[in-house]
């Protein structure tokens, strides 16, 4: 497989010693970049006529990768490594969010406004009308970030404490990125009913709710059902967002091969929440020719072990993802590293389109087909064309809480799709720019609109 890229997740400072004299410095470079490292910065912490301290940030390919580097510059002879920090865990060390009052209290009047005795008169006027809770409180701009820690981005079931982390950085996106306040709330329970009952009985709080990392099959239940039972918009990201995101980019890269919707044939590996979420919604924009494969294979119906969100894309011909692929116009992957060869690219329609979206590491690597494919897409930053959910989240709950939406749909879906496609003009259209980066002003904004027009439309708006 080829070498994976280095990124900043595994980005390191090493601090080391050296005799203050010329080439010293060059020697730690070098083992450095030999090795593939990438450096950045490079920072002098103390001189003296005999030595020279310095810190070197570096950017590594794995854990691995950044140990090997850090032991060649230690075997490095006259140089002293003083101290290695791992800038990722440091960024982390006592979390990533905090809570501030958003109006000072300079004196004892403010006091007496924010807190007892005047915010009586406040809980009064809630309580007479229900309603005012929005325009009084914090819920008009406030999500949950919900999760039980079955399904922790693609590392497996890692439980409520090691999903926090993940959470917290949702929360930062979600302010970042759309202007929402967010907290995660880490649930200690796997059972799709106390999930169900402790999201209803905090509700209360908050204008929506996000639901986060939560395993199929029972994510489609947990979601189901609260959105029957709650008033605000449930949306489970790893479903809605990779499926919304997906299709905006599907959108523009079938533009650049002058294919339809409805004449592709799409095979889609990996039929867990967001392989279900992506067909689903495809087959909403139009497409008529979908194979789902798992791990093992196509999901046919002579299969005895589908669930009932399998079923729905079983076909009658089985095979494994090989068979899928042959003759394929798109291949979109949401399942685990390394299981598409080139022979398998190669053996595509013309002008094939591939999204391979496992992350950190896809289903093939880009360089092993940059020839072979018309349009390559994954989910890496270190990539062009990165499927990211962030694209999507903060404008639906944007729009939704700024129309007090009661329900998210479908039609709010392919809207935001639309909204997010329409970003890249056709004049910057290219193989290597068919979605707009994460870090444009305007996707937020334009995927809020889009949604608080189609919630008006659907009768879900509540403004």
């Known amino acids: 497989m080829t070498d994976l890229t280095p990124n900043s997740s595994f980005s390191l400072t090493i601090r080391f010693q050296v005799p203050n004299r010329p080439g010293m410095l060059a020697s730690v470079t070098k083992a450095i970049s030999t090795l ?60 990533k969010i905090s809570i501030q009052s958003r109006i000072p209290l300079r004196g ?30 914090i819920k008009q701009n406030t999500v949950a970030i919900v999760t039980d820690g079955s399904a922790v981005l693609g590392l497996g079931n890692l439980g409520p404490a090691a999903a926090l982390p993940v959470m917290e950085g949702k929360a930062m996106l979600f302010k970042e990125f759309g202007g929402l306040d967010a907290f995660p709330i880490c649930l200690a329970t796997q059972d799709p009913d106390g999930i169900v009952e402790t999201v209803k009985n905090i509700a ?27 008033n605000i918009p449930v949306f489970h990201d790893d479903q809605h967002g990779t499926a919304i995101v997906t299709l905006a980019a599907l959108f523009n890269a079938l ?97 094939p389109i591939v999204f391979a979206m496992a992350n950190p590491i896809p289903e093939i690597q880009p360089e092993l087909v940059a020839e072979e494919v018309a349009v390559m897409a994954t989910g890496r930053s270190d990539y062009p064309n990165q499927i990211n959910n962030v694209l999507a ?37 290219n193989r290597e720019h068919i979605i707009p980066s994460v870090f444009d002003e305007r996707v937020a904004t334009a995927v809020s609109a889009a949604v608080q027009r189609s919630a008006r439309e659907d009768g879900v708006a509540g403004d």
Request: charged content about 20%; aromatic content about 4%.
């Open 36 to 95: 593939g490292g990438s450096m950045g910065q490079i920072d002098l912490i103390e001189q003296t006529r005999q030595i020279s301290v310095r810190d070197i940030t570096v950017d590594a390919a794995s854990t691995e990768h950044a140990e090997t580097i850090v032991e060649a510059v230690k075997a490095l002879p006259e140089i002293k490594v003083l101290n290695v920090y791992d800038r990722t865990f440091n960024l982390h060390r006592g979390g």
């Open 108 to 137: 004892q009047a403010d006091l007496a406004m924010a807190y007892t005795p005047g915010v009586g008169r406040i809980s009064t006027a809630i309580a007479q009308n229900p309603d005012e809770v929005y325009n009084l409180t």
């Open 204 to 230: 209360p709080v908050f204008g929506g709710v996000n639901l986060e990392d939560i395993a199929a099959p029972r994510c489609f239940e947990i979601e189901a059902r609260l959105q029957q039972e709650l």
């Open 393 to 429: 989240f903060p404008g639906i709950f944007r729009g939704a809480l700024d129309c007090r939406a009661s329900t998210l749909t479908t039609s709010m879906y392919l809207e935001a799709a639309h909204a997010i496609a329409s970003l890249v003009k056709p004049s910057d259209l």
């Open 255 to 351: 533009k650049l091969v002058n294919k339809s919707m409805a004449e592709v044939k799409i095979v889609i590996n990996g039929a867990g929440a967001a392989g279900v979420a992506i067909a689903r919604l495809l087959r909403k924009a139009g497409a008529e020719f979908i194979c789902l494969c798992d791990s093992r294979g196509i999901l046919a119906t002579n299969r005895t072990d589908l669930t009932e969100q399998k079923r729905e894309f079983a076909v009658e011909q089985g095979g494994s993802l090989a068979d899928a692929m042959q003759g394929s116009d798109i291949f979109l992957g949401v399942s685990v590293p390394g299981v598409v060869t080139p022979e398998m690219v190669r053996s595509m329609a013309k002008d």
